[in-house]
């Protein structure tokens, strides 16, 4: 879910999806409702592709609703639970290991696309770049759940603000990456291209660090003449 580093040594993410509890964590987690809303607006057999994997609990989901799911992690403890919890379902789906910034892909092959707590881990230049490869990536029309913390975020504010709203903590279990938080005129801003279906931000969960606030949108790619 972070930018690739020397193979030798774990990446940060690939640390933490070995740990008991955080995958305890998120294996409680139930498909967002932003999720639920794309597939109700997509049709079965639709190309839809999941940014940062994880578990599989929107490609599992996602793999049941009938789409042609392609999932991308670049952690391989997280991309193997991804495997084995849609064997479990006796569903298919690909899952391959791939950066957040990867995109290895045709312009327009997909109709949605989900970057869940995921495309956030960099600065904005780098934030944008991404959202701009996503639209390449999705077809006129298509759709795209996105999450990603405001500014009201409890680590927003901890360790050293590198650009504004861009901060780097060497004490986060995520390793010393850039977190970038948002304010809801940004999200717009860097969604410009897209139709907002729905925007709302949500106190997603509290832990000992404190109240953990994410922006939660749904948005349509324009159509070209729009």
Known sequence: MTHRSDQS????????WR???MRELW????????????????????????????????????????????????????LAACRENLAKAKLRAAVMQA???????????????????????????DLEAIIGSITQKLAPGGYLVWVTPSTRHCNCGRGTEVEPGTWVDPESPEGPLPHHYSTEAEVRELLRDYEIVSLAEALTRVSDAGRHYHWRVLGRRRLRDE
């Open 9 to 16: 040594e774990p990446t940060s993410w690939e640390k933490l």
């Open 19 to 21: 740990d008991p509890q």
């Open 27 to 78: 294996d409680g987690f139930p498909p967002l409702p932003q999720v639920v809303e794309m597939a109700d607006r997509l049709e079965a057999g639709d190309r839809v592709l999941d940014i940062g994997c994880g578990l599989g609990r929107h490609t599992v989901y996602l793999a049941a609703r009938g789409f042609e799911v392609i999932a991308t992690d670049n952690a391989p403890t997280a």
């Open 99 to 125: 950066d957040m910034t990867e995109f290895p892909f045709p312009d327009a092959h997909f109709r949605g696309v989900v970057a869940s707590h995921v495309i956030h881990h960099c600065r904005r230049a």
